[in-house]
């Protein structure tokens, strides 16, 4: 179970190669190493330690608990990596209300009202830019150069840690694309230290986003020879698929036929759907390889956070209901921390098994924010095993589901939404039958099952809600729409209101933190 992880974090402390950050404040956050790298990066076990620290960079925020002690960053230290993610992805959404505003800084999320000075909005950018930073100094420490003294099947071994350094770097880089747009751009090639960087546009950083992960491809490891929870070959193919999805939001330029390009060589791989929807997101979930093409594994010993998949299971638990008990998801606690706006569960006809809300003692419609009664509550992530029972658990927050980051059924939706799109090299026959192959398993059997007639652009954005809600790509599908400000589409809460609202189209984009903006004089943002 999860076994990457236990071998990278075992050998990450062995080696002593822990990495830290500078000051907060500076975008040059370049992780310092110690003892030194000199020290460090001298046989291929430390090279994969440190590799690992740059996955679970992901997922937890320091080395001890939630992030506490000395935390990778020093500010909003509880939140990782991937619970920041969720809620710049989801709670300005139709999909995603937070409970405690004031108390964690989320007013500006949840109404679409931020600004350059919000707290979450920043430490996402800071997020971002620190494990972009992680990679940048393991690939300085991982040229031909650096190896060359290993042997031949030692090389090799780096070779690949090192695409998956580019990977999960070139990974980073699309959510600051798809945040901030137009950032700045730092490599292993810059200097270390006093370096401004320069600001890329969001069409600079898609073209490198784009490279990086072609010319990956053939030294990241196939599916069948790579080990659970590092990035193989069609983690990158099914990256490329999405970035393509949304090329025309960040370039200007549509790219739907290279989208169903790299859709077909995900598919062709031989992943399958997992017959049981649930399975996908509970604490056995790491069996789900035939469906998941790339997770962040999390376990309550190696991994425990208050963040990721401890936050999807946690987080929804109304902790003051009287009808609730957390155990029933495998949970010690529940936090209250978000609900659902009645947008989502509107999407769902009778007999979709999908459809996985908590509702007694819950009104659906949303009319106090804050009210933990006001709004269903997601219940699709739990912390239970296949046989129902609460996976071990070594502390009272922790959890053992993965975070599925890739998974096929986005793959055949994205797949359809670029042949109705007008993408060539699939037919909407076969679009048409990915797509009910998705509610074929939400229905169990054909009942659900769609017509060509049906299959539009709008039927597939509702079917991608319904399939990955809570899954943090809501507000990029809302985007890639034209729907997330604008008047076309409202849903409660929208713009503050309770009908909802349209807001600027500077909301479709966040702002670079004021602090950097000072810091770095190549930058500044349009619109704020």
């Known amino acids: 179970m999860k076994r990457i992880y236990h071998l990278l974090c075992a050998a990450l402390f062995s080696a002593g190669a822990v990495l830290t950050t500078s000051c907060v404040g500076d975008l040059d956050q370049y992780p310092h190493i110690e003892p030194t790298s000199a020290t460090v990066y001298t046989s291929v076990d430390n090279y994969k330690a440190v590799l690992g620290k740059l996955y679970v960079a992901f997922t937890i925020a320091s080395q001890q608990k939630g992030g506490a002690g000395t935390a990778d960053l020093t500010t909003n230290k509880g939140w990782d990596y991937m619970r920041n993610y969720f809620n710049m992805q989801e709670c300005g959404t139709d999909e995603v209300v937070y409970t405690w505003l004031a108390g964690d800084n989320m007013t500006g999320l949840t109404y679409l009202s931020w600004d350059a000075n919000d707290l979450i909005v920043s430490d996402m950018y800071y997020r971002i830019y620190y494990n972009i930073a992680l990679c940048n100094e393991f690939l300085r420490n991982a040229t031909d150069d650096r190896i060359a003294s290993f042997s031949e099947s030692e090389q090799e071994e780096i070779r690949h840690f090192r695409a998956e350094a580019r990977f999960l770097r070139a990974f980073a880089y699309s959510h600051a694309m798809d945040f901030f747009r137009n950032v700045p751009f730092v490599t292993e090639a810059n200097p270390v230290g006093s370096y401004i960087p320069p600001r890329y546009t969001s069409a600079q950083i898609f073209d490198f986003v784009e490279s990086e992960l072609l010319a990956i491809d053939e030294d990241l490891l196939d599916r069948s020879a790579c080990e659970y929870g590092r990035a193989c070959r069609q983690a990158a193919y099914a990256l490329l698929a ?19 390009t790299y859709c077909q060589r995900v598919i062709n791989a031989g992943y399958t759907l997992e017959r049981d929807y649930a399975k996908l997101f509970n604490a056995d979930n790491h069996l789900r390889t035939n469906e998941i093409i790339f997770a962040f594994p999390v376990d309550a010993t190696h991994t425990t956070s208050w963040g990721t998949t401890t936050y999807m299971v946690c ?11 957390p155990a029933d998801y495998g949970a010690v606690s529940g936090w209250g921390n978000f609900r659902l706006r009645p947008s989502l569960p509107s999407l769902f006809s009778e007999g979709d098994s999908r459809a996985m809300f908590f509702t007694e003692g819950q009104t659906m419609n949303i009319d106090v924010v804050e009210d933990q009664n006001n709004g269903y509550l997601p219940v699709k992530w739990t912390n239970l095993t296949d046989a129902g029972e609460a996976a071990s658990n070594t502390d009272a927050d922790g959890v053992c589901t993965d975070y599925p980051v890739f998974r096929l059924a986005d793959v055949y939706l994205m797949l359809a939404e670029a042949v109705v799109r007008g993408g060539q090299g699939a037919t909407r026959s076969e679009a048409l039958g990915y797509v009910n192959l998705v509610r074929e398993r939400a229905y169990g059997d054909i009942t659900g099952n769609i017509v060509e007639a049906q299959m539009t652009t709008d039927f597939l954005l509702d079917e991608r809600a319904r399939e ?22 409202l849903w409660q809460w929208k713009g503050g209101t309770h009908d909802g609202q349209a807001v600027d189209n500077r909301f479709n984009y966040y702002p670079i933190p004021s602090t950097e903006l000072t810091a770095n004089p190549n930058l500044f943002n349009e619109g704020y």
Request: aromatic residues 16%.
């Open 242 to 260: 999405r970035l393509y999805l949304n090329a025309e939001v960040y370039t200007g330029e549509a790219r739907w036929t290279d989208c169903i």
């Open 315 to 325: 987080g929804p638990i109304n902790n003051a209901s009287s009808f609730q008990v």
């Open 468 to 489: 990955l809600y809570t899954e943090s790509v809501r507000r990029t599908d809302l985007i890639r729409y034209n729907r997330f400000t604008t008047a076309d589409y």
